[in-house]
């Protein structure tokens, strides 16, 4: 299996402008995850959904962030309009059986 | 609410030194314990998962216990190597989060 794949790798956008970063997690996990990575906080968990229904989406900063999963090998994060402070890596997992496997990242500038 | 702490918060040692990295959590009602490098720039790459029933891992150079009970867990590295360096998180989780501690950032230099 090719493993979590995220897109785009990496991204600079102008503030105000919508982000939308793309993961496809490994086949046959239920569970995805939505992680923010900032020097200040840490990991954060942004969202997770089980079985392609959101179960968690406490960690979701504000209204501006949105994300689906329309289907079990998809799942998108959306950022509109973007700030400054939403610069940072967004990592998606996946997990079977409650290990989870990461992908690369998404590296978001917002100038 | 699950809080999890690593200590030190950066360290600093010479090839060949036998290191201990150190992770406590609040909340001992744990499924599993993961831990994680992460080289400058690059993902996460999972080293070693602990089950809660489980004491220990090993695997190479590198062994990870865990006291579930007093809500601490220790990532040995022997041996250490330049090639080491990264930073290494320890994750652990609740139903179905995992939740990461604030990470060790380590150095070994030659």
């Known amino acids: 299996d090719a493993g979590v794949i995220q897109s785009p790798r990496h991204e600079v956008t102008e503030m105000g402008q919508e982000v939308t970063l793309r993961c496809k997690p490994i086949s046959g996990h239920n569970s995805l995850f939505w992680y923010r990575q900032t020097m200040m906080r840490g990991l954060e968990l942004l969202i997770y959904f089980n079985n392609n229904v959101p179960i968690d989406d406490s960690g979701m900063p504000e209204d501006r962030f949105s994300a689906k999963m329309p289907n079990a090998s998809f799942s998108t994060l959306k950022i509109q309009p973007s700030e400054p402070r939403d610069s940072a890596v967004y990592f998606c997992a996946s997990s079977l059986a409650r290990t989870s496997y990461f992908g690369e990242g998404s590296w978001l500038t917002v100038v | 609410k699950q809080e999890v702490t690593q200590i030190p918060a950066a360290l600093s040692v010479p090839e060949g030194e036998n290191l201990v990295l150190n992770c406590s959590f609040t909340?001992?009602?744990?499924?599993?314990l993961q831990w994680f490098r992460q080289d400058p720039g690059k993902g996460l790459t999972s080293l070693l998962l602990i089950q809660s029933s489980q004491r220990e891992q090993t695997s190479g150079r590198l062994n990870a216990s865990l006291d579930k009970s007093s809500g601490r867990s220790t990532l040995y590295i022997a041996a250490s190597q330049p090639g080491d360096s990264a930073t290494y998180l320890c994750a652990v989780l609740n139903t179905d989060k995992l939740i990461f501690g604030t990470g060790t950032r380590l150095q070994v230099f030659p």
């Open positions: 909340d001992s009602a744990i499924y599993n």
